[in-house]
């Protein structure tokens, strides 16, 4: 059943393979997120791991858009045999994460689609908001927002050579409202950024999302959890690979082999229960259109589950360490899943 082989990635370090599909193994640099480190020490802290990708999630692990900063830090990546994705938060102008400050959503993505360029990167990750933002207006208004400012930026996207991953982050979008994200905008050059924990806070079961977008992964952020019925609901944790109950395992092989090529990049965050009070009536309020029967699958697997203690607080002082030691800990764990260790 496993693998070990080894297949030559063009330009760059050696792709592993699972099964004979190839593992582009990554690092999502949120999971380092308190680290407080320079680009440069991301990128050498990730290639001591054998991370094949670093994913700049945000511009704050970039350290800049500055032409010379982007194209040292492409430069340096190269150096060790990384390739580089690069990214921003929302692009939704109606959403709460919106920053109207930082200039519109389109010249915002033009911004980040030069520093793609100049980094090398084949994409720019964005977002469009938010489980907040199910409460403002129907999600269905803010996808047609998103669309509108993607379509606007279309001939600068192509003329680059690039794509946009939209991720389906924090609540904002189950898997099929993202696929009619990527549709109304054009999925030809745009796609997805495919969060494994993410569609937990959307009462989807991640298997059902990944099987609605597997077509349409241009990236990913995978991360395990743990989830439980409650008399409000369902509690929620992200929890470090190989500690969740949704089969993180079976999740990953099947990523592999329905994306191939498309990195495999951990976005490891631990954290205490979030509970999900479905059992109250103003809780459907941004969730009117979600069919009973996907639904269903979500309470499966709290069904599944069993109360979880709470998470001890943890020092000031202490949270980097842990931090890696999450991190580090889900790297070994997702090797050995994959028969890479």
């Known amino acids: 059943m496993q693998r070990r082989d080894f ?91 919106f920053d109207a400050n930082a200039g519109t959503a389109e010249e915002q993505l033009t911004r980040m689609i030069r520093a793609a360029t100049i980094a090398n990167s084949k994409i720019v990750r964005c977002v469009l908001g938010s489980m907040e933002d199910r409460k403002t207006r129907p999600i269905e208004q803010h996808i047609e927002a998103t669309a509108h400012v993607l379509r ?38 745009v796609g997805a950024c495919l969060d494994s924990g993410n569609p937990l806070w959307t009462l989807e079961d991640p298997h059902l999302t990944l099987e609605t977008l597997a077509s349409y992964v241009l990236t990913s952020h995978i991360r395990d959890s743990y989830l439980w019925d409650t008399p409000a609901g369902t509690a929620v944790r992200w929890v470090r690979m190989g500690e969740g109950n949704v089969d993180i395992a079976g999740y990953v092989k099947r990523y592999v ?65 842990l931090e890696r030691a999450d991190f580090e800990a889900s790297m070994r764990r997702t090797k050995e899943m994959l028969g890479l260790a």
């Open 152 to 189: 606007n930026v279309k001939s600068r996207v192509v003329d680059a050579g690039l794509k946009i991953a939209i991720e389906n982050h924090a609540g904002d979008m189950q898997g099929r409202e993202l696929l009619s994200l990527i549709q109304q905008a054009g999925p030809d050059f």
């Open 7 to 97: 297949l030559a990635a063009a330009g760059g370090a050696p792709l592993m393979a699972y099964e004979g599909a190839p593992v582009k193994l990554g690092v999502d640099l949120f999971s380092l997120r308190t680290q407080g480190w320079s680009p440069f020490e991301y990128l050498d802290y990730c290639a001591k791991w054998g991370a094949r990708v670093v994913h700049f999630s945000e511009i704050r692990f970039l350290g800049g858009l500055e032409d010379g900063h982007v194209r040292e830090v492409g430069d340096h990546a190269k150096k060790l045999g990384i390739e580089v994705e690069i990214g921003m938060r929302s692009v939704c102008p109606t959403s709460k994460l």
């Open 257 to 321: 082999q329905k994306c191939p090529g498309r990195a495999l990049s951990l976005e490891i965050i631990v954290t205490g229960p979030r509970v999900f009070a479905w059992k109250t009536p103003e809780f459907w309020d941004g969730y009117r259109t979600v069919p009973a029967w996907e639904f269903s699958r979500f309470l499966a697997l709290a069904a599944a589950g069993k109360p979880q203690p709470p998470m001890p607080p943890v020092p000031r002082e202490q949270a980097a360490e």
